[in-house]
């Protein structure tokens, strides 16, 4: 089945840490996204990559790096910089960019990181 | 302001109750518009895009005012399993979230 997968889907670190976050997806998709959901707050966009090596930050991506080595591959870090990591990670992908936006984005299950 | 705003919730209804959310949004340069659901715990997935004319998908009803920049999900005959947070969201290039309503529909 195509889907994307996330790991693990909790995750305890203690402060000063760096962690990663795993994100892989079959769907072929061109573009992946990481967002952040905190408690009775909508996501808000971390960094997104449109293209295998080519990645661009989002609204909040002080404290955290990506990489995009391979098409399935997005995987997100957290690094100690982030003042306030703990929070609901989710990652997505979409068909790309069709000349009216991006096609629908599909999320995977997300990973819960807490740190203590 | 946020870009996106809903409803602040929860609602709380009895089966079978039409329920309705409203979101407005800030920027008219937005080019498309949707309504996802997100299960508790679990991640977004999306229920339905909305268009001007307004769209229907069995008893989820969505429509779009472009002159006021709001967008409306109606819910008819709301079943136990309606029970999720519903949130808004707009594209412009990038996807805008909204913070979500959480509908709870109780027997």
């Known amino acids: 089945d195509g889907g994307i997968t996330q790991s693990p889907k909790y995750l305890f670190r203690k402060e000063g840490q760096n962690v990663t976050l795993s994100c892989e997806q079959n769907?072929?998709?061109?573009?992946m996204y990481w967002y952040r959901q905190d408690p009775g707050q909508g996501l808000r966009l971390i960094y997104y990559?449109?293209?295998?090596?080519?990645?661009q930050k989002g609204d909040i991506a002080e404290g955290y790096s990506v990489s995009r080595e391979k098409k399935e591959s997005f995987p997100l870090t957290v690094t100690s910089a982030q003042k306030n990591p703990t929070a609901f990670y989710l990652c997505a992908s979409s068909g790309g960019y069709s000349g009216r936006g991006y096609n629908e984005q599909f999320f995977g299950p997300g990973t819960r990181l807490t740190v203590l | 302001r946020k870009e996106v705003e809903q409803d602040p919730g929860p609602f709380n209804v009895p089966e079978g109750a039409t329920v309705a959310f409203n979101c407005t949004y800030s920027?008219?340069?937005?080019?498309?518009f949707f309504w996802y659901r997100q299960d508790c715990r679990k991640e977004p997935k999306l229920l339905m895009s909305v268009y001007s004319s307004g769209n229907e998908d069995g008893r989820f009803t969505a429509q779009l005012n472009r002159a006021s920049q709001y967008i409306s999900l109606l819910i008819r005959d709301s079943k136990l399993s309606d029970s999720a947070t519903y949130l808004c969201v707009v594209r412009r290039g990038k996807l805008i979230f909204g913070q979500g309503t959480e509908l709870s529909v109780k027997p």
């Open positions: 920027n008219s340069a937005s080019q498309s």
């Open positions: 990559s449109q293209i295998v090596n080519d990645f």
């Open positions: 769907l072929n998709h061109d573009a």
